[in-house]
């Protein structure tokens, strides 16, 4: 079904807030973010989000992590996020169990290898990967063990081991491979079980693996390019994005009721 008709050109980072037990998402090509109720618009690319209050997200634009009050419209800058490329944005982004926030770049026109993976922890930003074409997938297990992520070019998802504050801790080794059935990768979430829920850009769906990497079963949307899920106990949100298809419903965010277990998003500590 359709949760909200607003056709996104660039719909992402869909927020389930686990306290006002709500929908946040973004349009990135729109500048803007919404709500069910309330779009807030920006003067640059905006693409994904962590929650440090009720009132409070932590928001990722082109050029900077900045905290934003939900009631007064409030910005403050955090730090810089590549203000000095202006031809890369944000892209995926999600809070990690110990506080921090992970945020991927790429360039605006997709152009390879230029964007990286970041992490925002006790103030400072700290590069983690480089040499990404497009950030995506950036999730956690809930036992805490890995993350992962995509460069949704090489249709892998990486899982890569994390130490016990959170940072890499070896190498990332290939832990989904979507290659020979010629799926892109793009958001993804896990849940409880450490199940992983993966948008799949351009075959309609979000696609459900276990911890081995093994197919459990494909949820299907009425737009093809469905772009990132997010999980509540009511069941699976999906964006979707309407740029360069003329489909009814693309770009339009989608939910469908399940009987999930969903991880509650990490508040962020900054």
């Known amino acids: 079904m359709i949760f909200d008709e607003r056709a996104c050109a660039l719909g992402e980072g869909p927020l389930w807030h686990p306290l006002r037990q709500e929908l946040f998402w973004f349009d990135i090509l729109g500048k803007a973010l919404y709500s069910s109720t309330k779009t807030w618009q920006f003067s640059e690319h905006v693409s994904a989000a962590g929650w440090m209050s009720e009132t409070q997200l932590l928001i990722a634009s082109e050029t900077a992590l900045f905290t934003f009050d939900l009631e007064t419209d409030v910005r403050e800058n955090v730090t810089e996020l590549e203000a000095d490329l202006p031809d890369n944005r944000s892209n995926d982004g999600r809070a990690d169990p110990w506080g921090g926030f992970w945020i991927g770049t790429m360039g605006k026109k997709a152009q390879p290898k230029a964007g990286s993976i970041y992490r925002l922890f006790e103030g400072r930003l700290h590069r983690l990967f480089t040499d990404i074409t497009i950030s995506n997938a950036i999730c956690f297990a809930p036992d805490k063990s890995c993350a992962y992520f995509t460069d949704t070019a090489t249709k892998q998802i990486m899982r890569v081991p994390l130490d016990d504050a959170g940072w890499p801790n070896g190498a ?17 979430v896990t849940d409880t079980n450490g199940n992983l829920w993966v948008a799949q850009w351009g075959a309609s769906r979000v696609a459900v693996y276990d911890p081995t990497g093994d197919f459990i079963e494909a949820h299907e949307f009425s737009a093809s390019q469905v772009s990132c899920p997010a999980l509540s106990d009511q ?36």
């Open 172 to 188: 990332p080794a290939v832990h989904l491979d979507l290659t020979a059935q010629g799926l892109n990768p793009d958001g993804a």
């Open 235 to 270: 069941g699976l949100f999906a964006t979707s994005a309407a740029v360069d298809v003329t489909e009814t419903d693309g770009g339009k965010t989608f939910f469908k009721p399940l009987n999930v277990s969903p991880q509650l998003e990490h508040q962020v500590k900054v």
